[in-house]
């Protein structure tokens, strides 16, 4: 079994800056692509960034410019630099990857359980 468990949310004024984290544990052989997603209330999840097992990143155009994301394979740990915060950006904001437990068993998807980050104006 495979956990994600985010992390670093919390209230930051317009223009300020957070970063999240997300570490993986549990049975894990190898950790493919990874991304982080957010969901405002009433509305459908959505992709804020991805980052592939080698290290290619792509962003929503929304955020381009201001979010950096990265992983630490070491760590089994992906983060997301948020920058010029805007009060939009506020939303619960979710990890997820795919993920092979062994040689001999196929891809799963993994999500962790939201943390909130709220930007006042």
């Known amino acids: 079994q495979v956990q994600l468990v985010e992390s670093g949310g919390g209230l930051v004024q317009a223009g300020g800056s957070l970063r999240l984290s997300c570490a993986a544990s549990g049975s894990i052989f190898r950790i493919h692509d990874m991304a982080w997603y957010l969901q405002a209330p009433g509305k459908q999840r959505e992709l804020v960034a991805a980052?592939?097992?080698?290290?290619?990143?792509n962003y929503a155009d929304s955020v381009k410019g201001r979010f950096t994301i990265s992983r630490d394979n070491g760590k089994n740990t992906m983060y997301l630099q948020m920058n010029g915060l805007k009060p939009e950006d506020t939303a619960v904001y979710y990890c997820a990857a795919h993920v092979d437990i062994s040689l001999v068993t196929s891809t799963r998807e993994y999500w962790g359980q939201g943390t909130l980050v709220t930007v006042s104006s």
């Open positions: 980052i592939t097992g080698g290290g290619t990143t």
